[in-house]
């Protein structure tokens, strides 16, 4: 089975903060996104990686930055953290095949308030 | 940003019944996928769809993909009290991007 693995279910942060949101998957999958997700409005893209070292911009990417040193991992960094940045952030991983890839995989999800 | 239209919004059923949900595009997908999300948990795959006509099958879950290619059904049968969550489908736009559905409320009332 594949397993997404986020490592804060969650986390407080104070307005101002550099906050860093870790995820690792064991699949050995070239494909990795960040989405946040907030009622009414759905699942939105922040930001994702088709390859290592490779990250392209999703739908809301101010505020925002990843990295991607490892095929594994892939982070989500919080430049400085705002209020309006209280969400629950979600990690999903898929293996690139063909038109549309394989299906996305989510990890458990990050509940993240910001005071 | 986009999202896809699914029905009913919300459903309030008694454990035993069948239950059927819908997801509809404007426009053609090659992939449906469908999630179930319980409160602070993250989306799990149910079952992916790839081909217009499938029927696809995960325990009491049954997926079907729509032979328009613009939508695609998902039913559970004989529903019981775990079943409870928020179901969603998805589709893939262009090669990167994926499309969510609106999401169905499902209750189960023992």
């Known amino acids: 089975d594949v397993k997404v693995t986020q490592s804060s279910r969650y986390l407080v942060k104070r307005t101002g903060e550099k906050v860093f949101l870790e995820c690792v998957q064991d699949?050995?999958?070239?494909?990795m996104f960040w989405y946040r997700q907030d009622p009414g409005l759905g699942l939105r893209l922040i930001y994702f990686?088709?390859?290592?070292?490779?990250?392209e911009k999703g739908d809301i990417p101010e505020g925002y930055s990843v990295s991607r040193e490892k095929k594994e991992r892939f982070s989500l960094i919080l430049e400085s953290a705002s209020t309006n940045q209280t969400s629950m952030y979600l990690c999903?991983?898929?293996?690139?095949?063909?038109?549309?890839?394989?299906?996305?995989?989510f990890g458990n999800g990050t509940r993240l308030t910001v005071t | 940003g986009q999202q896809l239209n699914q029905s009913p919004q919300s459903m309030f059923i008694q454990e035993g019944e069948d239950v059927s949900m819908n997801c509809t595009s404007s426009?053609?997908?090659?992939?449906w996928l469908w999630y179930k999300q319980e409160p602070g948990e993250g989306p799990v795959l149910l079952i992916a769809?790839?081909?217009?006509?499938e029927l696809t099958s995960n325990g009491r879950l049954t997926a079907q993909f729509g032979i328009t290619r613009k939508d695609s059904f998902l039913n559970i049968s004989a529903s019981i009290p775990s079943d409870v969550g928020i179901y969603f489908c998805?589709?893939?736009?262009?090669?990167?991007?994926?499309?969510f559905g609106t999401g169905t409320r499902l209750k189960v009332l023992a």
């Open positions: 999903a991983s898929r293996k690139l095949m063909g038109p549309g890839g394989s299906p996305l995989h």
């Open positions: 699949m050995d999958h070239e494909n």
């Open positions: 990686s088709y390859d290592v070292k490779m990250k």
């Open positions: 426009s053609i997908f090659n992939t």
């Open positions: 769809l790839y081909k217009a006509g």
């Open positions: 998805a589709g893939p736009s262009g090669t990167y991007k994926y499309i």
